[in-house]
């Protein structure tokens, strides 16, 4: 299962390269995802079973930026990306979808699920 994460976690590195970075709008309105997220946790299939990121020996954390932008950091991959808040959702240039659930952030990458909190 660790082998599955790891490959779900390098192909979505690889689309937010691709997606590439840049300034943001400068008058991005403070959003409630602003801030320093750390992985807490992981849902593996999607179906509700969660595993913590020490379960699975792995890390990462999402620095949010009110100018737009989004820094990624899962198990020492770091990439950028550019980032909005649409109906209530966080949405990332290159396509992934966050939202918050229970005071965390959920994104789903290709059916896995990864927790982030403050």
């Known amino acids: 299962m660790k082998r599955v994460v790891s490959v779900i976690i390098v192909l979505m590195m690889i689309l937010i390269a691709l997606a590439g970075c840049g300034g943001g709008d400068k008058g991005a309105p403070v959003s409630k995802y602003v801030g320093v997220w750390t ?30 932008t989004i820094d990624l950091d899962l198990d020492g991959t770091k990439a950028s990306d550019k980032w909005k808040e649409e109906d209530g959702k966080l949405v990332l240039d290159s396509g992934f979808v966050g939202e918050l659930k229970d005071g965390r952030i959920a994104l789903e990458v290709m059916g896995v699920i990864f927790y982030f909190s403050k």
Request: hydrophobic residues 35%; negative net charge; charged residues 25%.
């Open 39 to 68: 992985m807490t946790s992981v849902d593996a299939f999607g179906n509700g079973q969660e595993f913590t990121a020490k379960e699975l020996d792995m890390s990462g954390s999402l620095d949010i930026k009110a100018n737009g």
